[in-house]
């Protein structure tokens, strides 16, 4: 039996009650074709449940404005590649299969250096383990889904930058957020806090561009599917600020560190505050911040333009930098002017 096959075992028994249900969807949905890091979802495919399937719909040519449900899925899509090959690598030591990488546009590859290349991290919190092993598998479902639903029109991977050395994006963007000094190195890989923190980067910005997308979206099978996605990332950011809270009662860098990530994120975005912290000050005392949102509770909302500022850690109108140093393929793929 293979390592990766041992650790699937070992999270279903623990929770396939709680993810059937979703994860069925995304299977059925997304049809057969899964190979590689994903062919390890076949595990969970042996019951007997009574199942409907979803069909998958062709994506519309017809525009919102200038940008056509295709576009959207394209750009969701290649936010998934990012967070499916960073959290891949982190879990398991491996990236996506080839197969999942292909597509319309210039294909890139994954970034890799001598030191702090993209690998598996050595975790000393066995929780924190399961945790990137559920989260990787949910993302690499993701991708999978979005490629069938797309069809001929799914673009290619581009290039994407997860090293952990003095010229990687995690580098670049703990330097501008103050997390390390201006000649320090973030290597996300190097420890469960690390991983956290870098998993905070991403999580985030997923939220807030699936509530923002969801609304450019018109066909309905979409925009549910898109919600359900948006769920899921919810959860998982839920979660990754949940844990960081958590460990920074102990290691306050943890919350400060968190905090200047957050910062950082709204200087890329716009002069609007968008961005919160996992703590907040009520009535004098620090407590938690689970949910970033306004003051009706509600989650905020990024533009895809906003996303790529953070994405591209600029905040000028470009289309390449940062996580994607080449930019996006498909149609939206320019930053906005932030300021």
């Known amino acids: 039996m293979s390592e990766e096959r ?15 249900d979703r994860r069925r969807f995304m299977r059925m949905a997304a049809g057969a074709g899964a190979v590689g890091g994903l062919a390890m979802l076949g595990a969970c495919n042996n019951d007997d449940d009574d199942v409907i399937v979803v069909p998958t719909p062709t994506p519309t040519a017809t525009a919102t404005g200038s940008v056509t449900d ?14 499916a090959q960073f959290y891949s690598y982190a879990a398991f030591g491996t990236g996506l299969n080839a197969s999942l990488q292909t597509g319309t546009g210039t294909q890139g590859s994954v970034a890799t250096s001598t030191s702090g290349q993209p690998r598996q991290v050595q975790f000393q919190d066995p929780l924190v383990a399961q945790y990137a092993r559920e989260i ?21 991977q581009p290039a994407i930058n997860l090293s952990g050395d003095a010229n990687g994006a995690f580098t670049a963007a703990a330097r501008a957020a103050g997390v390390v000094t201006s000649t320090g190195t973030f290597d996300p890989y190097a420890s469960d806090e690390n991983f956290l923190l870098a998993a905070y980067i991403f999580e985030d910005v997923g939220v807030t561009a699936y509530m923002g997308g969801v609304t450019l979206l ?24 949940s844990v960081l809270y958590r460990k920074g009662l102990s290691n306050a860098s943890l919350i400060t560190a968190a ?7 709204d200087s890329l975005d716009g002069s609007t505050d968008l961005d919160q912290g996992i703590v907040a000050t009520v009535n004098g005392q620090q407590v938690a911040n689970i949910v970033p949102a306004d003051s009706n509770a509600i989650a905020f909302v990024r533009t895809p333009q906003q996303v790529l500022n953070v994405v591209y850690l600029n905040k000028a109108a470009v289309t390449g930098g940062g996580f994607f140093p080449s930019g996006l393929n498909g149609n939206v793929r320019t930053s906005a002017a932030s300021g």
């Open 259 to 265: 905090g200047q990530i957050s910062d950082a994120r």
């Open 70 to 83: 295709a576009d959207v899925l394209n750009f969701a899509l290649q936010l998934e590649y990012l967070e």
């Open 6 to 20: 041992f650790i699937l075992d070992v999270i279903d028994e623990a929770s396939a009650k709680r993810r059937t």
């Open 136 to 156: 990787a598998m949910d993302e690499m479902a993701h991708v999978n889904f979005l490629r069938q639903a797309l069809g001929t029109s799914v673009v290619a």
């Open 218 to 241: 018109t066909n309905k099978t979409y925009v549910e599917a898109a919600a359900g996605i948006h769920a899921a990332e919810a959860y998982h950011a839920g979660l990754i600020r």
